[in-house]
Nanobody
Framework: QVQLVESGGGLVQPGGSLRLSCAAS????????MGWYRQAPGQERELVAT???????NYADSVKRRFTISRDSAKNTVYLQMNSLKPEDAAVYYC?????????????WGQGTQVTVSS
């Protein structure tokens, strides 16, 4: 099992910045990639950004050039630096850890952290 603990959410004004952190523990050797997803009220959970164990990154078009995903392998922690935040970025942000079992992709999820963008 993998445990994911997120932190760093909160209230920020439009144009502001926040940094989310996700610390992984447990069977971290099984993780092939980590990422951030978000879910706004009444909407489906959507991909924000991912980073593989090899360091390759992927971003949703809506956050490119504003958000940066990074990792500290020594701390088993993934970060999401969010700049130029917009009201539409407000959501619960979930950390994910991808692993493969029986040829199928699976995910562990964190508990989520709320990001509110409002003046």
């Amino acid at each position: 099992q993998v445990q994911l603990v997120e932190s760093g959410g909160g209230l920020v004004q439009p144009g502001g910045s926040l940094r989310l952190s996700c610390a992984a523990s447990g069977s971290i050797f099984s993780i092939s990639a980590m990422g951030w997803y978000r879910q706004a009220p009444g909407q489906e959970r959507e991909l924000v950004a991912t980073i593989t164990t090899g360091g390759s990154t992927n971003y949703a078009d809506s956050v490119k050039r504003r958000f940066t995903i990074s990792r500290d392998s020594a701390k088993n922690t993934v970060y999401l630096q969010m700049n130029s935040l917009k009201p539409e970025d407000a959501a619960v942000y979930y950390c994910s850890a991808e692993f493969w079992r029986g040829g199928l992709r699976n995910y562990h999820w964190g508990q989520g952290t709320q990001v509110t963008v409002s003046s």
